[in-house]
């Protein structure tokens, strides 16, 4: 069976957005969000192999 991405968010109206200063602050707090949850995987053994099966589990349901 066939799988297909979603195009969500993908839209001129949220293109443009990414040149205000609210899509720019965004952009900042995605960042720091996104280094905080790799911090905390590297900081965290058990939390990583958690991440780890739950990945796998995904791998293996996304190639069915």
């Known amino acids: 069976r ?7 968010g993908l839209s001129q109206e949220n293109a ?3 040149v205000t200063e609210a899509g720019h602050n965004s ?3 995605t960042a720091k969000v996104m280094a905080a949850s790799g911090l905390r ?3 965290e053994p058990e939390l990583r ?5 739950e990945h796998a ?3 293996e349901e996304y190639h069915k």
Request: hydrophobic residues 60%; proline residues 0%.
């Open 2 to 8: 066939e799988r297909r991405m979603a195009s969500l």
């Open 16 to 18: 443009d957005i990414t």
């Open 27 to 29: 952009l900042i707090l």
């Open 41 to 43: 995987l590297l900081m």
């Open 49 to 53: 192999e958690k991440a780890k099966a």
């Open 57 to 59: 589990k995904w791998v």
